[in-house]
């Protein structure tokens, strides 16, 4: 079953391609279903949570993250995302010792599992991440946390452009 992704610039019927396109991938998830290799679980920050600690501002969290990169670096995972963006300017003023924690615990994970961690742009580039974060992690270990809608607000595709000299898609 050949398929092709819905390119929106270059399409005859740009409609017709993605529902076709869509159709394809329905069919496939329904007659050859494959089980992932390893069950996802995911960790998120909801509502609760922001309420719980809204003493405390989202960037101040340093501790708080840190905890929860330990306890994951000690499950040893076969892999975290975190669709957290790093810090690009250090708190430690604010926090002391915030930075060192989240350095410490990002390092132990890192030696146990593989990462990924969310890049955002700030407008046409890349929003930078403070030194002391990114010297320790690579660029593999960086992934764009957004995506390309398509007219239909469903994501389809990803920008070629931000693939990785290994294919990983940034």
């Known amino acids: 079953l050949a398929y092709t992704v819905p390119?929106?610039?270059?399409?005859a019927f740009p409609q017709?391609?993605?529902?076709?396109?869509?159709?394809?991938?329905?069919?496939?998830?329904?007659?050859?279903?494959r089980p992932a290799p390893?069950?996802?679980?995911?960790?998120?920050?909801?509502?609760?949570?922001?309420?719980?600690?809204?003493?405390?501002?989202?960037?101040?969290?340093?501790?708080?993250l840190a905890q929860t990169l330990e306890?994951?670096?000690?499950?040893?995972?076969?892999?975290?995302?975190?669709?957290?963006?790093?810090?690009e300017h250090s708190y430690e003023r604010l926090l002391p010792g915030g930075q060192l924690a989240l350095i410490r615990s990002l390092v132990l994970l890192k030696q146990r599992t593989k990462v990924s961690f969310a890049l955002t742009r700030a407008g046409d580039k890349l929003a930078p991440v403070h030194p002391s974060y990114s010297r320790m992690l690579s660029e593999e270990d960086f992934g764009i946390d957004q995506v390309l809608l398509d007219?239909?607000?469903?994501?389809?595709?990803?920008d070629?452009?931000?693939v990785n000299k290994n294919g990983a898609v940034r």
């Open 71 to 87: 306890a994951l670096a000690h499950a040893e995972p076969a892999a975290v995302g975190m669709d957290i963006v790093l810090p």
């Open 16 to 33: 017709l391609q993605r529902f076709a396109f869509d159709r394809q991938m329905n069919l496939l998830r329904e007659f050859y279903p």
């Open 160 to 162: 070629e452009s931000e």
């Open 38 to 64: 390893v069950e996802p679980v995911l960790i998120g920050a909801d509502e609760s949570t922001m309420e719980a600690f809204k003493e405390e501002p989202y960037t101040l969290w340093h501790f708080h």
């Open 151 to 158: 007219p239909d607000r469903v994501a389809r595709r990803f």
């Open 7 to 11: 390119d929106t610039d270059f399409a």
